[in-house]
């Protein structure tokens, strides 16, 4: 087993086990404070993969302003101790994780997963921020950049242009989710 699988392990523990206390705990400051623990785990999980930015990212914008954001609300609101109280949204909820649980099993048992190739390893350099310069000529053409002018665009792009281009999907979803955080921590705070 390498250091790499170890490390692997270890995170992945540090995701699930403090993402279960997230779930069961009854105080709602402890819930958010392993929230923390889980949002930084899952950046090292993106350091593993080589997206240290991303991994910065998660660090910043979710294990610190997310997070206190969520913990702002929460010191607003009264009983924080009694937690959440059970009411009829809580079966179909636990319905629908079942069913999204049980989706991602089965798509994760039935996709074919396959290891990067060395010949594809230039194509997987194209989208990594910190390589795009370091692209040979060769994948550039078997990537559809013809041109001097377009290699050398492709060159100089920067995680602007990979994020407004390739990757507008997941910019765009990461967006909804911090503005789905800011409308549940305004829903949190406001008077009943």
Do not use: C
Not at 64 to 73: C, D, K, M, R, Y
Not at 140 to 161: C, H, I, K, P, Y
Not at 162 to 172: A, K, Q, S
Not at 180 to 191: C, E, F, K, N
């Amino acid at each position: 087993m390498s250091v790499q699988d170890v490390v692997f392990w270890i995170l992945a523990v540090a995701v699930i086990v403090p993402a279960l206390g997230v779930v069961l705990v009854k105080d709602l400051f402890h819930s958010v404070l392993l929230l923390v623990v889980v949002f930084i785990a899952v950046a090292g999980f993106f350091v593993m993969m080589s997206a240290e930015f991303l991994g910065v990212v998660q660090v910043l914008i979710y294990a610190g302003a997310v997070s206190i954001l969520v913990i702002f609300a929460i010191m607003l609101t009264r009983d924080v101790q009694r937690g959440n109280l059970p009411n009829r949204i809580q079966m179909p909820a636990m319905v629908l994780s079942a069913l999204l649980l049980a989706t991602l099993i089965w798509t994760a048992t039935q996709t074919e997963w396959s290891h990067i190739d060395e010949g594809q390893q230039d194509l997987v350099d194209l989208v990594q921020t910190s390589s795009v310069s370091l692209v040979t000529d060769e994948a550039l053409l078997a990537s559809g950049f013809v041109t001097d002018e377009e290699q050398a665009a492709a060159r100089q792009a920067g995680l602007a242009d990979l994020l407004i281009g390739d990757f507008v999907l997941p910019f765009e979803a990461v967006s909804v989710l911090l503005l789905a955080s800011v409308i549940g921590a305004l829903a949190l705070v406001r008077p009943r």
